[in-house]
């Protein structure tokens, strides 16, 4: 599971990286910058929910050790 989680993780950081290397600097409020604005924030959420699913199993881990 902890595998699997590392790669989720690298995937949402790859998708973040991205999106912000397309960000249109000159023109700031387009619509296409709207969508990758959205793309960063859904592969922040996706780090968060990572970092909550990891203290989950450490969790249940020092359970199972007591």
């Given at each position: 599971?902890?595998?699997?989680?590392?790669i989720?993780?690298?995937?949402a950081v790859?998708i973040?990286?991205f999106n912000?290397?397309?960000?249109d600097?000159?023109?700031?409020?387009?619509?296409?910058?709207?969508?990758?604005?959205?793309m960063?924030?859904?592969?922040?959420s996706?780090?968060?929910?990572?970092?909550?699913?990891?203290l989950?199993?450490k969790i249940?881990?020092?359970?199972?050790?007591?």
């Amino acid at each position: 599971m902890k595998i699997l989680i590392y790669i989720i993780s690298l995937a949402a950081v790859s998708i973040i990286i991205f999106n912000l290397f397309q960000i249109d600097l000159e023109n700031f409020f387009s619509k296409e910058n709207f969508n990758y604005g959205i793309m960063i924030l859904a592969g922040f959420s996706c780090l968060i929910i990572m970092r909550i699913m990891m203290l989950n199993e450490k969790i249940n881990k020092a359970k199972k050790n007591n």
